[in-house]
């Protein structure tokens, strides 16, 4: 919801669950909220700096910009970095000028009373958007040293002393240090957090959009302190040592609950721990934000309005075919169908939608789900993966027998996952009957909307640098590349958007799934009854100041 001017900000503001109005001790009309600012923001359609500019002139007050921050003295050795982060505020000290506080939030009294605590007197305010106190929050708390920390970084850990580990572990220090590392990789949007121990020292990397960034290790803390404040967050065995681990846990990270699932592994040099976070309060996206281009948009509505039959989405881990399908199911959700999932884990909690997760230890797994949801009269049933050929036949009969089934593969091309069904003993004429829609999708990063730059391409450029050609790019097209800035870590990319295609099941497409016929020969027919490409549809994005062309070269295949 987008907000053109001051006076529908401050109605909506008024309608917002998470802001009250009251009454000061003068009398006078006041505004309190508890992350009331921060929801309405996330449910409009303006940008962070658009959000900030509404909110300083809804409440009168100066914008602080990112640059004018970066370039002033932080005072924020007074406060606590968690403080400063879950109420978004930054203070500094301007060249000129008495203490300035920099806040999203300005119903935000708290932070406000605790700043006149530290400063002795008032402190001057400015509105900043929640994006820039983010940025500046990390580049000044980055380096620092968490407290007491010396205490610690002498302390002998020994492999047989598990009760001096524990003890360790359920430290100030370390607690400390790992709650910082949870909150750095909320605020950095990282996807995974990879922890790594080396001959000598701790690495720790995360995952941000797509690509593993190295952070700040937390000093004077023994690797085996760090893995093992993970293993018991996640009820692990801290003992066991020589074997990999999985488990799970709930963490609250910048004012937010996100779900972890733990990965630990037994290296030459310790243990490493790969960390997936799933942010529980993330909102699912609009079909129209996935990046479908109008006719590919067009064929999947078409397909969703089918009474019955398959629609699978295929593409290698991390491609974002869990939250494709979860905006589908998103469209599918009515009063008046009955939604079932089976998934593993579940990432995203859909009001009004039946979601299972799986427990291969007891032997709930998705083909076993699969029986059980059949008898539960659903009208759409979403499997999370078929991965064997079990799973594979019930969702295929489950099709046959009148409900809409929605379900991933593990393939490089649309095309690719007919005979990657037949392989797993699906029957041609069974699989043919059913199946609706193959849609393949990656992953690319977007252009930084702050320092992207474009220019026309020239006969240098293509003789420079063959990918241009491999896209379609011609001489005189006009294309964009990342520059690098503050709100993009000096990357030139932030977030990612989607680049897709989708296979519509025509009769030419079903004969040759009769015929078993390769991937290849699916493929060349499907292009020309009109399928746009994975690498066309990257070369629109390209072109569209979306991405650059070698994003699009590094997640597809020309062919």
């Known amino acids: 919801m987008a907000f053109p001017n001051v006076r529908e900000f401050a109605a909506r503001l008024a309608l917002d669950p998470g802001v009250t109005t009251a009454v000061d001790a003068r009398g006078n009309p006041a505004i309190m909220s508890e992350g009331g600012l921060r929801r309405l923001w996330e449910t409009s359609e303006l940008s962070a700096n658009e959000f900030a500019d509404e909110a300083a002139s809804f409440f009168g007050l100066a914008r602080a910009s990112l640059q004018e921050m970066m370039a002033a003295q932080p005072l924020v050795q007074q406060f606590s970095r968690r403080f400063l982060r879950e109420m978004a505020v930054f203070p500094y000290q301007p060249s000129e000028g008495a203490p300035m506080l920099a806040l999203a939030d300005p119903t935000d009294r708290a932070s406000v009373q605790a700043a006149c605590i ?3 007197a008032d402190p001057a305010l400015k509105v900043a958007s929640f994006e820039d106190i983010a940025t500046v929050l990390d580049q000044r708390l980055g380096d620092e040293e968490p407290a007491g920390v010396g205490a610690v970084a002498n302390a002998a850990v020994h492999d047989d002393d598990i009760d ?8 100030a220090p370390v607690v400390r240090a ?5 909150e750095t990789a909320v605020e950095l949007r990282a996807s995974d957090i990879h922890i790594e121990p080396g001959r000598n020292a701790l690495a720790i990397r995360m995952r941000i959009d797509g690509l593993l960034r190295s952070v700040a290790t937390p000093a004077g803390i023994p690797p085996a302190a760090v893995i093992s404040r993970i293993k018991i967050l996640a009820g692990l065995n801290i003992a066991e040592r020589r074997l990999p681990q999985d488990g799970g846990a709930r963490v609250r990270a910048a004012r937010s609950e996100v779900d972890i699932r ?7 040099h310790g243990e490493s721990a790969v960390i997936r976070l799933l942010p529980r309060d993330r909102s699912l996206l609009s079909i129209d934000k996935l990046g ?11 397909m969703l309005a089918l009474p019955h039959g398959m629609i699978i989405v295929t593409g290698p881990t991390g491609s974002g075919k869990t939250t494709t399908l979860a905006t589908v199911l ?7 169908r009955k939604i079932l999932t089976i998934e593993d884990p579940v990432e995203y909690e859909i009001p009004g939608v039946s979601q299972s997760q799986t427990k291969s230890a007891i032997g709930l797994t998705f083909a076993t789900a699969l029986r059980s949801f059949v008898r539960q009269d659903p009208d759409v049933i979403m499997v999370g993966e078929i991965r064997d050929a079990e799973t594979a036949h019930v969702a295929i009969h489950a099709a046959l027998t009148g409900h809409l089934v929605l379900t991933t593969l593990h393939t ?15 029957e041609a004429f069974l699989l ?3 199946l609706r829609a193959v849609i393949a999708q990656r992953l690319v990063r977007q252009l930084c909307d702050r320092c992207k730059s474009s220019r026309p391409l020239t006969h240098g450029d293509l003789e420079a640098d063959p990918r241009y050609a491999a896209v379609g790019l011609s001489v005189g097209d006009v294309i964009f590349e990342p520059g690098g800035c503050e709100r993009c870590g000096q990357v030139g990319y932030r977030g990612r958007i989607g680049v897709f295609e989708v296979l519509e099941m025509s009769e030419e497409v079903r004969a040759l799934i009769e015929e078993q016929s390769d991937w290849e020969s699916i493929d060349k027919v499907a292009i020309r009854n009109g399928m746009t490409t994975m690498i066309e549809d990257g070369l629109a994005k390209c072109l569209s100041g979306m991405t650059s062309a070698a994003e699009i070269l590094r997640v597809t295949t020309v062919r």
């Open 292 to 302: 479908f281009l109008p006719d590919d948009q067009s064929k999947l509505r078409r």
């Open 118 to 120: 530290v400063f002795g």
């Open 262 to 268: 733990v990965a630990i592994m037994p290296t030459q």
């Open 330 to 336: 998103s469209l599918l959700n009515e009063p008046t």
């Open 432 to 434: 043919r009957s059913t």
């Open 178 to 182: 790992v709650n910082d590392m949870f």
């Open 164 to 171: 001096n580990l524990r003890d360790l572990a359920s430290g």
């Open 412 to 426: 490089e091309t649309a095309a690719a996952a007919v005979p990657r069904l037949l392989d797993l003993g699906v």
